[in-house]
């Protein structure tokens, strides 16, 4: 055998009488001692624990539409330059784009209105001319057809030569076809009329555009809010592209806001609207505010195989103190007990021998589950989570023996649980409820003055204090025997 495992186990035998010995030595001087605790009594709450972010209740994004360079930016309701945490009315100026593009585009635009009046008044007098040119046509045709009348009537002959009857035809053919010219020059005038008409509205709408791209380069904003965000700096160029490029984002309201909370898929049945919250931040540590409970989005997240809901908690923030985005501990009440009895769910599991039992009280046994009217108010036996089963636990006398007491179980958070005694039973704050037992000797309730424990360390000998004085001699600290001891 190898010299180490050898000594080990020599060791290890050694260790294993010592301990026998210690024991058995003991044994009779052994006494039993009850682990209590108190019955309290407080408001206990049932909750439901998440986390979240404050969220501003509307916040509005202010974009641009138009495209150039930032030149400069407004002041807010104090004077000051527009930046994080300005506050501001509807309509105020944020900041103002380079306009000078706009400008030569407006310039073309009203270029462009004034040549299509010009061109409708060219129309007009077109129209006017060619309406003028078909009255006078009208009165040409009508006095050729005269004429002619008059030489059918006389006939080609003496009073009237041929030649003479076939001008008075061709003048009345000539002047039906001066009118239909007429008529025809009218129809083209009109005609231009409307194209004038039609560009001069093109060209009014092009100015409309680009007046309003013009007071696109004014940024304002459309709420009354705070500056929660801004992007640009004087200087830079904003690029506009299908989307409007955002600029600022506005908060309407700072002093309503909301938390974002994110609850475990498995604790979202006991959130509803309406529901009491109460949170914390970390910026304030010891203080708790109050929310409610808005709504529930019903469109869940997974994170790690972890399922999780939005809930929406509006909560009020009159004195400005918590800001966008701060992380919150928000507690959701699913039920609140007013000066409950509480006792640590461990009183639950002790199991008392007979001779630990008080003799007038052995042979107690726990009552089947209580009935609906032997219930306090807010437990329902047919409702798992309020409670409503009946239990035995175990008081301390003043003999150190145990009592037994029924109670009946509410509400519990997995550590304390809400008691009610059962009729006839008492049970009241202070009382020590027993949790369990522990074995303890002579030697360790006396903390093992004599030091012969060969589990724990013997307490060192205590040196004899030296005279000092004239007695004592350099070097020397009057320890046994009086040899010299390490220089101090």
């Known amino acids: ?16 009488g010592a301990a026998a010995w210690y024991l058995n030595a003991d044994s009779a001087e052994k006494t039993v001692q009850l682990r209590t605790t108190s019955v309290t009594k407080g408001d206990f709450v049932n909750k439901v624990q998440a986390t979240g972010t404050l969220e501003p209740q509307e916040l509005v994004d202010v974009g641009a539409q138009v495209t150039g360079e930032i030149k400069e930016f407004g002041t807010d309701l104090n004077g000051n330059r527009i930046d994080y945490g300005s506050e501001v009315k509807a309509g105020q100026l944020l900041a103002r784009i380079d306009d000078t593009i706009v400008e030569l585009d407006i310039k073309r635009a009203e270029a462009s209105v004034a040549q299509a009046k010009a061109q409708i008044l060219s129309a007009d007098a077109a129209v006017v001319q060619a309406k003028a040119n078909i009255s006078q046509a009208k009165a040409n045709k009508n006095k050729a057809d005269r004429d002619l009348q ?29 009118l239909e010219s007429a008529l025809a020059q009218l129809n083209t005038a009109e005609a231009q009329q409307a194209g004038a008409a039609a560009q001069l509205q093109s060209a009014e709408a092009q100015l409309q555009s680009e007046l309003r791209n013009r007071d696109y380069t004014r940024i304002t904003t459309p709420v009354d809010g705070t500056i929660v965000v801004r992007q640009v700096n004087v200087g830079q160029t904003v690029v506009s592209s299908m989307n409007a490029t955002t600029l600022f984002l506005v908060a309407r309201d700072l002093s309503k806001m909301q938390i974002w909370a994110s609850v475990n898929e498995a604790d979202i049945a006991k959130v509803r609207p309406g529901q009491e919250v109460r949170y914390t931040v970390d910026a304030l540590p010891n203080e708790t505010f109050k929310g409610t409970v808005n709504k529930i989005r019903p469109n869940a997240t997974m994170s790690s195989n972890v399922v999780t809901y939005i809930v929406e908690v509006d909560i009020d923030n009159p004195d400005r103190k918590l800001l966008p985005y701060m992380s919150a501990d928000a507690n959701f009440i699913v039920k609140e007990i007013k000066d409950a009895l509480l006792i640590p769910d461990a009183a639950f599991d002790f199991r008392p021998t007979p001779d630990m039992i008080a003799e007038s009280h052995r042979g107690k046994r726990p009552a089947p589950p209580a009935k609906e009217d032997e219930l306090p108010a807010g437990l329902n036996p047919a409702d798992a ?56 000797t002579e030697k360790s309730a006396s903390g093992g003055a004599d030091g012969n424990s060969p589990f724990g360390m013997k307490r060192p000998e205590r040196r004899q204090r030296g005279t000092g004085g004239a007695e004592a001699k350099p070097g020397q600290n009057a320890q046994a025997g009086g040899r010299p001891g390490r220089p101090m």
Do not use: F, H
């Not at 000594?7 to 050694?14: K, L, Q, R, S, T």
């Not at 008059?150 to 076939?166: I, N, T």
């Not at 037994?404 to 179980?409: A, L």
């Open 1 to 16: 055998m190898k010299p180490i495992l050898k000594w080990g186990v020599i060791v290890a035998i050694c260790a294993g």
């Open 150 to 178: 008059r030489a059918k009537k006389l006939g080609v002959g003496d009073a009237l030569s041929q030649m003479d009857y076939d001008q008075y035809v061709t003048a009345a053919e000539s002047a039906a076809a001066n």
């Open 385 to 440: 989570e309020s409670g409503g089963e009946r239990a035995l636990v175990w008081k301390k006398d003043a003999d150190n023996k145990v009592i037994p007491v029924r109670v009946i179980k509410g509400l519990s958070d997995g550590t304390r649980t809400v008691v009610t005694p059962a009729a006839g039973e008492s049970l009241q704050e202070g009382d020590r409820l027993v949790t369990g037992i522990m074995l303890v």
